[in-house]
């Protein structure tokens, strides 16, 4: 029966779907389950303790304060901390080019909101983040892909991808969800370059940098425009709307992400920010600002990056030992996430069901795909499971899809 409700729903809602992983999460979240499905850090490392001191002292220091309404942009001393953080990258910004948004998500969320008209046309890599996709199409743009490979987004014909009439390209340089892979700093070059060259802005999508695994991380794409810009004698900056969070580095629970922007976007998204949900949760702000300016921090985040790689390692040698032949993947050098394509034939979304029923779970990769894509793909988590975990969680799928290829 049709309900009144549905006779009256907004035409954009016919463009809004249910995240396949957030739905998949239900199934999933069972003990018994090994799940490589979500996106989830791993909730052992979640500083406990040092949140427990922090919340006692934003209560006893700041109490009415932390508990009242605050500005829209966010709490000033957070803010500071992330343009100190950003400059330390190359980024020669204040605190006022700086959004406090709940997760990276409403970010993403609000380039959306400000910038894309039915029909417009936005640059993704043909693989991309599930999240921004189900954050724009209810406005309704069409995409236009680019092909990546190990390396990240190929840069060799994106000129003529360029040249379609692009209202803003967005880009995952870093530890790529779903890929896993990041690009080069001649790719990321290349990039700047066009992008400045054609006025196409890019929006940099960046929650996993900061967990690299081996080597120097190279310079954001925010800092290479600016770099390129103040090379080229172009306003500061211009180019670059860049979102990171410290749902990563710290817990994703607390909700507490960030835009960096010229002033002027900055403002759109107060305003936007302003009809979603006013401000974020001012006592939560206190207690990231605590949290992210503590010594510990960097600590902390070393040891992040070496438990993700001991994971990484024992997904891969898991692989070795117990995928079919023909089955490939990414290695990636920091994030959450790699992806495997399986030998040609295997559906990943039919053997989902399959692999719920072993009792372990990834992602189908279709979804990924604003434009559709080959079906024998699928994403791997290895930050939440354990490696023992890990090499049990493939050594089940490696028997299911070596199955699945008998018939
Ligand atoms: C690429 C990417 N962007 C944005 C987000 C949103 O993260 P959050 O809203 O927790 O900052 C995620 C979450 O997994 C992500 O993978």
Known sequence: ?????????????????????????????????????????????????????????????????????????GYDPLREWIAEDARKDGLNITK????????????????????????DRVLTEATT???????????????????????????????????Q???FMYVLPNFHNPLGVSMTLERRKRLIELANQYSVPLIEDDPYGK????????????ALDAQYQQKNDTEFGRNVIRTSTFSKILAPGLRIGWAIAPQEIIKRMVQAKQGADLQCSTFDQYL??????????????????????????????????????????????????????????????ELFPKAVEE?????????????????????????ATNPEKIREGVRRLGVMIKKSLEK
């Open 288 to 349: 990231a600002y605590e949290l992210a300016s503590a010594d510990w921090l960097p600590e902390h985040i070393s040891t992040i990056r070496r438990v993700y790689k001991e994971r990484r390692d024992a997904m891969l040698q898991a692989f070795k030992d117990f995928m079919p032949e023909g089955t490939t993947w990414t290695v990636p050098n920091g994030g959450l996430f790699l992806w495997l394509r399986l030998p040609e034939g295997c559906d990943s979304l």
């Open 165 to 167: 009439n692009i209202k």
């Open 211 to 222: 967990l690299i695994f081996e080597g120097e991380p190279l310079p954001s794409i925010a």
């Open 129 to 163: 983040y599930l999240g921004a996709l189900q954050a724009w199409n209810p406005y309704g743009p069409t995409y236009v892909t680019a092909e990546t490979d190990e390396n990240g987004l190929i840069t060799d014909n994106l000129e003529d991808l360029i040249r």
């Open 96 to 119: 006022d080019n700086i959004l406090i948004t709940t997760g990276s998500q409403q970010a993403l969320d609000f380039v959306g909101r400000i910038f894309i008209n039915q029909g």
């Open 359 to 383: 009792k372990v779970a990834y992602v189908p990769g279709t979804p990924f795909y604003p434009n559709g894509g080959p079906n024998n793909t699928m994403r791997l988590n290895f930050s």
């Open 1 to 73: 029966m049709t309900t009144p409700w549905e006779l009256r729903f907004a035409n954009r809602t016919q463009r809004m779907k249910s995240s396949f992983i957030r739905e998949l999460l239900k199934v999933t979240n069972q003990p018994d389950v090994i799940s490589f499905g979500g996106g989830f850090p791993a909730a052992e490392l979640f500083p406990i303790e040092e949140s427990k001191k922090a919340a006692e002292k934003v209560l006893d220091l700041y109490g009415r304060k932390a508990l009242q309404y605050t500005t829209t942009e």
